[in-house]
Nanobody, 129 residues
Framework: QVQLVESGGGLVQAGGSLRLSCAASGRSLSSYVMGWFRQAPGKERDFVASISRGGVVTRYADSVEGRFTISKDNAKNTVYLQMNSLKPEDTAVYYC??????????????????????WGKGTLVTVSS
C-alpha cells in the first residue's frame, strides 16, 4: 500500500507557474503508474497527466498539452507536475493518483481504462485573471 501527499498548490496570476509535488510513502513509486487529476468546483474529476513506472512514457489531457509537464523521481519517491502558462480555467483541486494494476500504462490511465488504486487528498490551485 502507498500513501500519497500533494503539495505546492496556491494562488497564482494568469500566465504564472506552479510546481506540484506528490510524495509517496509505504512503497516505491517504481511499482506504480502515476497520474494527476483535477476537479474544478461543480465539475467532475478529470485526467490531467500520467507517467509510466519507469518515468519514460507520459500522456497529457489536450487542455494542458504543451503547458504542463509530469515527471517522476523514483529515488525521491516523488512525482511532480510543472504547470506553466496557467489560465483561470486551470483552477481546481489537483489530486495525485497511483495504479498498481500490472496491466495499467500511462495511456490506459489517460483513457480511464483502469481506475487508480490510491489517491492523495488534493492541493488547491487558484489562477486569478
Amino acid at each position: 500500500q502507498v500513501q500519497l501527499v500533494e503539495s505546492g498548490g496556491g494562488l497564482v496570476q494568469a500566465g504564472g507557474s506552479l510546481r506540484l509535488s506528490c510524495a509517496a510513502s509505504g512503497r516505491s513509486l517504481s511499482s506504480y503508474v502515476m497520474g494527476w487529476f483535477r476537479q474544478a468546483p461543480g465539475k467532475e474529476r478529470d485526467f490531467v497527466a500520467s507517467i509510466s513506472r519507469g518515468g519514460v512514457v507520459t500522456r497529457y489531457a489536450d487542455s494542458v498539452e504543451g503547458r504542463f509537464t509530469i515527471s517522476k523521481d523514483n529515488a525521491k519517491n516523488t512525482v511532480y507536475l510543472q504547470m506553466n502558462s496557467l489560465k483561470p480555467e486551470d483552477t481546481a483541486v489537483y489530486y495525485c493518483a497511483a495504479s498498481a494494476n500490472t496491466a495499467a500504462t500511462a495511456a490506459t490511465m489517460s483513457k480511464g481504462v483502469y481506475g487508480a488504486d490510491y489517491w492523495g487528498k488534493g492541493t488547491l490551485v487558484t489562477v486569478s485573471s
